[in-house]
């Protein structure tokens, strides 16, 4: 089975080293497949025919969207409308990630696929039209899977950035409460393939078991990192509120995601508590 993987960002990366055997890898980055040139991915697609099309490619920058919403918009929103378009065209499978930031964090139970969305900010607003881009697109088979505060030792994320500030300085403030999921792009990536497999249909949650703030997460971080040599030293962690550390976006105090319908559709999907995966990373790293 031919599969066409857009993106070489953290699950770019994890998509290609999980990749089955079974699967003709089609791995493009920006450089050769830009998924907002409608023109180029016409082509790309209708040249390489794949039976599916997972879209790791998008616009990261939540911050940074607020004052670029023209190339958010671009990544999030006509990137996947220009895929499903082209997946229409040519009877292939498509695959999209999208994010927590669709919701805006005034639950206090997980979300489930079908909760109201209401993004804070412009990456989860141009997130949100990326999935109506793709569920009204007419394309028949498709699937979105939304993840959230993704780590991997292949690429940039908040595990690094914690190792690097704790390395340098005696004291960090980190925000205690917003809650999520910490999820590995490893175990994401494996997800991904399952579902390509089963052609898993309509908008599922797929994040690591367990929640977490991000004080937890960088305390976690901290803990673990010292017990693998990756962190020498020792680095005050302090907790602040979120209005502590202002930030050009907004972010959802709570968004836990409910991952029952992808256990009942996919029931093989790895399920990896956050701590399990984040203490994987860091060996990862440590054997580096
Ligand atoms: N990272 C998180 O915490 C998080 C949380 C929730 C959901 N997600 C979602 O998970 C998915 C994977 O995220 P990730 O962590 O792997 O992101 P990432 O590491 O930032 O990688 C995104 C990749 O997409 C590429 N890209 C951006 N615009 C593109 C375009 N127009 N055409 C082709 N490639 C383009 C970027 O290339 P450049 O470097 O050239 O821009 C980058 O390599 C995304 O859909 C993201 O929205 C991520």
Redesign the pocket.
């Known amino acids: 089975m031919k599969v066409l993987v857009?993106?070489?960002?953290?699950?770019?990366a994890e998509l290609a080293r999980t990749c089955p055997d079974s699967v003709e890898l089609v791995h493009l980055?920006?450089d050769a497949?830009?998924?907002?040139d409608a023109g180029q991915v016409d082509r790309v697609v209708a040249e390489l025919k794949p039976a599916a099309i997972i879209?790791?490619?998008?616009?990261?920058a939540v911050d940074k969207a607020e004052t670029d919403a023209d190339a958010a918009r671009?990544?999030?929103e006509v990137?996947p409308a220009n895929l499903a378009r082209a997946a229409a065209n040519n009877g292939s499978y498509l695959l999209h990630?999208?994010?927590?930031?669709v919701f805006d964090g005034t639950a206090n139970t997980p979300y489930l696929p079908d909760a109201p969305v209401a993004p804070l900010g412009v990456y989860g607003q141009t997130?949100l039209a990326g999935e109506v881009a793709i569920a009204e697109s007419g394309l028949s088979h498709w699937a979105i899977l939304?993840?959230?505060?993704?780590f991997s030792a292949l690429?940039?994320?908040f595990v690094k950035t914690i190792l690097r500030l704790a390395a340098d300085r005696p004291k960090l403030t980190i925000i205690a409460d917003q809650i999520g999921s910490p999820t590995c792009?490893k175990h994401l990536a494996k997800t991904c393939w399952l579902a390509v497999n089963h052609q898993l249909q309509g908008i599922h949650h797929c994040t690591c078991d367990g929640v977490a703030s991000w004080y937890d997460f960088a305390m976690a971080i901290q803990e673990l990192g010292a017990a693998r040599g990756l962190l020498s030293g020792t680095c005050d962690i302090a907790p602040i509120r979120t209005e502590d550390y202002p930030t050009p976006a907004r972010r959802p105090h709570y968004s836990v995601l409910s991952n029952a319908s992808l256990r009942e559709q996919l029931p093989e999907a790895p399920s990896v508590y956050w701590r399990k995966a984040l203490a994987e990373m860091l060996d990862e790293l440590a054997n580096r």
Not at 6 to 12: A, D, E, H, K, N
Not at 33 to 36: T, W
Not at 55 to 60: E, G, I, L, V
Not at 97 to 101: K, N, Q, R, Y
């Open positions: 857009c993106g070489r960002g953290q699950l770019g980055g920006r497949l830009d998924i907002a879209n790791a490619a998008a616009y990261t671009a990544g999030n990137g990630i999208s994010t927590d930031f997130k939304r993840t959230a505060w993704v690429g940039n994320n792009a």
